[in-house]
């Protein structure tokens, strides 16, 4: 039963996703290679995960009746994963690792999106296998029910963890009532209707869809604020919304006189879509109700039955856990940023000089981080410039940010000094004062000189170097000036660098999430904004910074970024 090995990649949510099913099953990647099994296949393959993982599924368990090798031409399952179609068959066999020869299996495959699976995040396609043993299957049945094969079953186990993988991979709201709608329509339901009470206690319809030959259509004329919530009413969608109960309904239930605005839009509802039968249940979080999904049919002539309501409650819950945690999640980021861009100062306006300042969250993190940027006046009339990033991508990072800028701009206004001088006394100060561990910064001056042109003084803090753009698109990094970055303890002496700008050049600080990819050196990263920088170079200043946001920063960037640009004066 030996067969080639395959790449191993894993991911926890899958792992936690194949355990959790009630019958035997493994995914694979999109060569077909095995990636995760859950005890069950093990015991009823006869093979531990260690001797499965890794594998061909179909070299390894592939079988005809008699035991041999089927060949790959001959394999719907293998054809149905490679193409990213579900598929399922009655009776086929798999090889055991035992001595019983081949085992008659019945199977159902799925798609998964691995999206979101932080384990799986390069792979283009996963297959989730589910099977039951066509030999138990026909055991457990009485002779008059074998009719009635195990496949609803393992389509709907297959519908549960897709549920599970595709709405717990995403953290945006909106988004995850999308995949709800795709999953349940034309599925289960020819109407799906999707109610969100918000953080006001406001009723929304969000969702009134319908699938028709193949397509999903929103009707929103159907959509948009609903009545408040009644307290009292027992008719369904009342009580889903106060997450009392799940509820098997008709029209006629929404026949009698409404005793709410609710149960009005109910009315309105059926009377538009043609609804004959619905399933409604609440979706809940550990922590509210947060609205309702109901399901509706009306081409479809048979009525929802006791097991499409308990089917419907358990995508519910999934999806009621998904829409709270995406909601935590947009409420935690919009704080955050609210935060930090309100921390972020207004740009001073110096005489000669232009100056624009980005900055962007991290796309993908939980919380904004420590990116910051700075330009204010000194008390001998230069210009002071920051830019630096504390670790970190939390509330704490943005906090720590704020000290460190604060105390920063305190230093530089009472002492004249030296940039060196001054990131030395902040330094040894943030150790005991402040809850930053480390950070990096570049610190400047601009001033002007007896001759009408702009100095640039600085030291660097562990950050990548400045980079300056001539008017005729001459790039190079300012290297000079560079030291450890601050927070280590070690109070070395700082370096000092200056250097005298050229007539309508531009210059750029900005953090590392501009030039860093994955995959990629940060050399190349560097070469990438030198390159863009002086194509650029005769641009707009604001155009500049804007096109080289678009054409530098990373497509898989995961950090925070600023860019601060400075142009000095052309001569006539």
Request: aromatic fraction near 4%.
């Given at each position: 039963?030996?067969?080639?090995?395959?790449?191993?990649?894993?991911?926890?949510?899958?792992?936690?996703?194949?355990?959790?099913?009630?019958?035997?099953?493994?995914?694979?990647?999109?060569?077909?290679?095995?990636?995760?099994?859950?005890?069950?296949?093990?015991?009823?393959?006869?093979?531990?995960?260690?001797?499965?993982?890794?594998?061909?599924?179909?070299?390894?368990?592939?079988?005809?009746?008699?035991?041999?090798?089927?060949?790959?031409?001959?394999?719907?399952?293998?054809?149905?994963?490679?193409a990213?179609?579900?598929?399922?068959?009655?009776?086929?066999?798999?090889?055991r690792?035992?001595?019983?020869?081949?085992l008659p299996?019945?199977?159902?495959?799925?798609?998964?999106?691995?999206?979101?699976?932080?384990?799986?995040?390069?792979?283009?396609?996963?297959?989730?296998?589910?099977?039951?043993?066509?030999?138990?299957?026909?055991?457990?049945?009485?002779?008059?029910?074998?009719?009635?094969?195990?496949?609803?079953?393992?389509?709907?186990?297959?519908?549960?963890?897709?549920?599970?993988?595709?709405?717990?991979?995403?953290?945006?709201?909106?988004?995850?009532?999308?995949?709800?709608?795709?999953?349940?329509?034309?599925?289960?339901?020819?109407?799906?209707?999707?109610?969100?009470?918000?953080?006001?206690?406001?009723?929304?319809?969000?969702?009134?869809?319908?699938?028709?030959?193949?397509?999903?259509?929103?009707?929103?004329?159907?959509?948009?604020?609903?009545?408040?919530?009644?307290?009292?009413?027992?008719?369904?969608?009342?009580?889903?919304?106060?997450?009392?109960?799940?509820?098997?309904?008709?029209?006629?239930?929404?026949?009698?006189?409404?005793d709410?605005?609710?149960?009005?839009?109910?009315?309105?509802?059926?009377e538009?879509?043609?609804?004959?039968?619905?399933?409604?249940?609440?979706?809940?979080?550990?922590?509210?109700?947060?609205?309702?999904?109901?399901?509706?049919?009306?081409?479809?002539?048979?009525?929802?039955?006791?097991?499409?309501?308990?089917?419907?409650?358990?995508?519910a819950?999934?999806?009621?856990l998904?829409?709270?945690?995406?909601?935590?999640?947009?409420?935690?980021?919009?704080?955050?940023?609210?935060?930090?861009?309100?921390?972020?100062?207004?740009?001073?306006?110096?005489?000669?000089?232009?100056?624009?300042?980005?900055?962007?969250?991290?796309?993908?993190?939980?919380?904004?981080?420590?990116?910051?940027?700075?330009?204010?006046?000194?008390s001998?009339?230069?210009?002071?410039?920051?830019?630096?990033?504390?670790?970190g991508?939390?509330?704490?990072?943005?906090?720590?940010?704020?000290?460190?800028?604060?105390?920063?701009?305190?230093?530089?206004w009472?002492?004249?000094?030296?940039?060196?001088?001054?990131?030395?006394?902040?330094d040894?100060?943030?150790?005991?004062?402040?809850?930053?561990?480390?950070?990096?910064?570049?610190?400047?001056?601009?001033?002007?000189?007896?001759?009408?042109?702009?100095?640039?003084?600085?030291?660097?803090?562990?950050?990548p170097?400045?980079?300056?753009?001539?008017?005729?698109?001459?790039?190079?990094?300012?290297?000079?000036?560079?030291?450890?970055?601050?927070?280590?303890?070690?109070?070395?002496?700082?370096?000092?660098?200056?250097a005298?700008?050229?007539?309508?050049?531009?210059?750029?600080?900005?953090?590392?999430?501009?030039?860093?990819?994955?995959?990629?050196?940060?050399?190349?990263?560097?070469?990438?904004?030198?390159?863009?920088?002086?194509?650029?170079?005769?641009?707009?200043?604001?155009?500049?910074?804007?096109?080289?946001?678009?054409?530098?920063?990373?497509?898989?960037?995961?950090?925070d970024?600023?860019?601060?640009?400075?142009?000095?004066?052309?001569?006539?």
């Open positions: 039963m030996a067969s080639e090995r395959c790449p191993e990649t894993t991911d926890a949510t899958l792992t936690v996703v194949l355990a959790a099913l009630g019958t035997a099953a493994y995914a694979v990647d999109e060569q077909g290679c095995i990636i995760a099994v859950n005890a069950l296949a093990e015991r009823v393959l006869a093979l531990p995960a260690a001797e499965l993982v890794g594998h061909d599924a179909h070299d390894l368990l592939h079988r005809d009746a008699h035991g041999q090798p089927l060949p790959r031409t001959q394999c719907a399952m293998r054809s149905a994963f490679l990213g179609h579900a598929a399922q068959a009655d009776r086929e066999w798999f090889a690792g035992d001595d019983r020869g081949p299996v019945s199977w159902l495959t799925t798609p998964l999106d691995p999206r979101g699976l932080s384990g799986l995040s390069g792979h283009e396609r996963v297959t989730l296998v589910l099977f039951h043993t066509a030999d138990e299957a026909e055991a457990s049945s009485a002779p008059s029910q074998r009719v009635a094969q195990p496949l609803p079953e393992l389509e709907r186990l297959a519908l549960l963890a897709e549920t599970t993988t595709r709405l717990t991979s995403t953290l945006d709201a909106d988004e995850a009532v999308r995949r709800l709608v795709a999953l349940v329509v034309p599925r289960l339901a020819d109407w799906v209707v999707v109610d969100l009470i918000s953080e006001r206690d406001e009723v929304w319809r969000t969702v009134v869809a319908h699938a028709e030959n193949g397509a999903v259509t929103h009707h929103e004329d159907l959509q948009g604020p609903m009545p408040p919530v009644p307290e009292r009413s027992l008719m369904p969608l009342s009580r889903a919304l106060r997450g009392v109960a799940s509820t098997l309904t008709s029209p006629q239930t929404y026949q009698q006189p409404p709410s605005g609710i149960a009005a839009e109910q009315r309105r509802l059926f538009a879509t043609g609804i004959h039968s619905a399933a409604i249940a609440p979706l809940r979080s550990t922590r509210k109700v947060l609205g309702a999904v109901t399901l509706g049919r009306s081409q479809t002539l048979q009525p929802f039955a006791p097991a499409d309501l308990a089917l419907l409650e358990d995508i819950r999934r999806a009621g998904a829409l709270d945690n995406a909601r935590l999640y947009q409420r935690q980021r919009a704080v955050a940023e609210t935060m930090q861009r309100h921390l972020l100062p207004q740009l001073p306006q110096v005489p000669g000089l232009q100056m624009t300042a980005r900055y962007l969250p991290a796309p993908d993190a939980s919380q904004v981080g420590g990116d910051w940027y700075d330009a204010f006046p000194l001998d009339g230069a210009t002071a410039l920051a830019v630096g990033d504390v670790v991508h939390d509330l704490d990072a943005a906090a720590g940010m704020a000290q460190l800028r604060n105390m920063l701009r305190a230093y530089a009472s002492q004249q000094e030296p940039p060196s001088r001054i990131v030395n006394r902040l040894q100060a943030i150790m005991h004062i402040t809850d930053v561990a480390m950070a990096t910064m570049i610190f400047a001056r601009m001033e002007t000189t007896d001759d009408g042109r702009w100095r640039l003084s600085w030291t660097n803090a562990g950050h170097p400045p980079l300056l753009v001539t008017h005729d698109g001459l790039a190079s990094y300012l290297t000079d000036g560079h030291g450890i970055l601050l927070g280590t303890g070690t109070h070395q002496s700082r370096p000092d660098a200056s005298l700008l050229p007539p309508g050049s531009s210059l750029l600080l900005y953090t590392d999430g501009l030039i860093e990819a994955h995959g990629h050196s940060l050399d190349e990263g560097l070469d990438r904004l030198r390159q863009h920088a002086a194509a650029l170079a005769h641009r707009p200043l604001t155009a500049f910074a804007d096109q080289l946001l678009r054409r530098v920063r990373p497509a898989d960037n995961d950090d970024v600023v860019l601060f640009t400075l142009r000095t004066p052309t001569r006539a």
